[in-house]
């Protein structure tokens, strides 16, 4: 079962070096509570695996102004100009995946599948180095899977067993990531006794989730 | 003819392409200037890739939902009988032919249907987002773009130079000189702003242009 932590504790179980998933979307549905806390803890040379780096100063670019990204695996960077000339400047290394093989790598992550074959990306930088495989006439790359140790998401309401909603589109990559990580761990706005949460609606089952912390409240 | 008007043409004939029940993804800037010219009783479906259908326009002030954003993170609506879903089935759609036409800007376009958009090496390097999925998994790819770049170079090429988003994925390219089909090699010259000779046309465009035996002329929004 879920254990219900501050986001103190949560925070203070990652380590430097580790590989982090971080839910959201340019910060909707983002985890902005944890990812502000773990800048406070000092943790530095993570590998972070999310969409995006947020904007300068908010969502996932907390860490990058802390130099606490040394790689970064994500679809877009344009929106915070910081991530961008930190590459240049060679403090992070960003490898830039089209954002539905990102998606897809997590899921096959989690899945347990070895990988998948996709028409993105074929003839285009993304495809240097990889393989191509071609079925009934169409060529494909082989994309490889993704893990990270920890796994950073957002959803609206957790049940006291780790049962999860999401709300709207602060949905994205969150429940894809809770199945991808070791160790994942939840910012919620809510939580309820269990059975409050029918089971149809649910979205993420609680087995995927380690650790639950309350939003909001405990910030800061 | 002013940038906002040539903008309006570009997008008005566009929307003309859209038939009642598509699934339309719409690019950032440009393409989002569709939505303002759907024809009367065409019903569309707007798809946001970061995980809706049923993208509405945006929220008026004070009325933002900070859960319900658009593939650029600005506040959008979502109509009645949107859904929303996770990235994994989002791209799902994208790749699996669900999109029936996806509308995008351009760097650069070619006579071979190659779209260069998402890098300037050494200058611009944002990262793709979700746009390499879209041009290759959309049924149709609609390529929106002022004809030349602000320093007077022709955007439709022979062939790309910049890195590419995908390769022979574009169907029609929407300028203001014209509405041009990409055919292996050449762009058929299908309709041209009234504005414009074809000579000035060809002298604009560095693919090699074919005309159409059936050339008329855009029509211009009111």
């Known amino acids: 079962m879920a254990k219900i932590v501050s986001v103190k504790e949560a925070a203070a179980k990652i380590t430097s070096g580790s590989s982090v998933m971080i839910?959201?979307?340019?910060?909707?549905?983002?985890?902005?509570?944890l990812v502000r806390e773990l800048v406070k803890t000092g943790v530095g040379d993570l590998t972070v695996i999310a969409n995006d780096t947020g904007v300068q100063g908010d969502g996932i670019g907390m860490l990058i102004t802390a130099d606490a990204v040394t790689h970064l695996i994500a679809s877009h960077i344009g929106t915070n100009p910081e991530t961008g000339k930190?590459?240049?400047?060679?403090?992070?290394?960003?490898?830039?995946?089209?954002?539905?093989?990102?998606?897809?790598?997590?899921?096959c992550g989690g899945a347990g599948l070895g990988g998948f074959l996709t028409p993105t990306?074929?003839?285009?930088v993304v495809a240097e180095g990889?393989?191509?495989?071609t079925l009934d006439g169409q060529t494909y790359l082989l994309e490889e899977p993704l893990k990270a140790d920890f796994a950073l998401i957002k959803a609206w309401k957790a049940d006291r067993k780790g049962n999860l909603i999401y709300q709207?589109?602060?949905?994205?990559?969150?429940?894809?990531?809770?199945?991808?990580?070791?160790t994942v761990i939840v910012e919620v706005e809510e939580i309820v006794e269990v059975g409050e949460i029918d089971p149809d609606h649910v979205m993420t089952p609680h087995f995927f989730v380690d650790f639950i912390v309350k939003g909001g409240e405990i910030d800061g | 003819m002013a940038d906002r008007d040539r903008r309006n043409l570009i997008a008005y004939r566009i929307a003309q392409e859209l038939k009642d029940g598509d699934v339309v993804n719409l690019g950032i800037g440009l393409p989002t200037l569709v939505c303002a010219f759907i024809p009367p009783g065409i019903d569309i479906?707007?798809?946001?890739?970061?995980?809706?259908?049923?993208?509405?326009?945006?929220?008026?002030?004070g009325e933002e939902d900070p859960e319900i954003v658009n593939a650029g993170g600005q506040p959008v609506t979502i109509l009645p009988g949107g859904a929303f879903f996770d990235s994994a089935e989002s791209f799902?759609?994208?790749r699996g032919g669900h999109v029936d036409v996806t509308v995008l800007g351009a760097l650069e376009v070619d006579a071979y249907g190659n779209l260069a958009s998402w890098m300037v090496p050494g200058k611009m390097v944002p990262g793709m987002g979700g746009a390499m999925d879209l041009v290759v998994g959309a049924k149709k790819v609609i390529v929106a773009t002022l004809h030349t770049t602000r320093t007077g170079e022709s955007k439709l090429r022979r062939e790309?130079?910049?890195?590419?988003?995908?390769?022979?994925?574009?169907?029609?390219?929407?300028?203001?000189?014209?509405?041009?089909?990409?055919?292996?090699?050449?762009?058929?010259?299908?309709e041209k702003n009234p504005e414009f000779s074809v000579e000035q046309i060809r002298a604009a465009t560095e693919a090699p242009l074919e005309i159409s035996t059936q050339l008329k002329d855009m029509e211009i929004p009111a």
């Open chain 1, 23 to 33: 839910g959201g979307f340019m910060t909707c549905g983002t985890p902005v509570g």
């Open chain 1, 86 to 107: 930190k590459k240049i400047e060679g403090t992070i290394s960003v490898e830039l995946v089209p954002q539905g093989t990102l998606v897809e790598r997590i899921r």
């Open chain 1, 121 to 124: 990306g074929v003839g285009t």
């Open chain 1, 130 to 133: 990889k393989q191509h495989i």
């Open chain 1, 168 to 182: 709207k589109s602060a949905r994205n990559f969150n429940p894809i990531m809770a199945m991808a990580a070791e």
């Open chain 2, 45 to 61: 479906t707007l798809q946001s890739e970061n995980g809706f259908i049923g993208l509405g326009p945006p929220p008026a002030k």
């Open chain 2, 92 to 94: 799902a759609i994208i």
């Open chain 2, 160 to 190: 790309c130079q910049l890195p590419l988003t995908a390769a022979n994925q574009v169907d029609l390219v929407v300028t203001d000189m014209g509405v041009f089909q990409v055919n292996n090699g050449s762009m058929i010259l299908l």
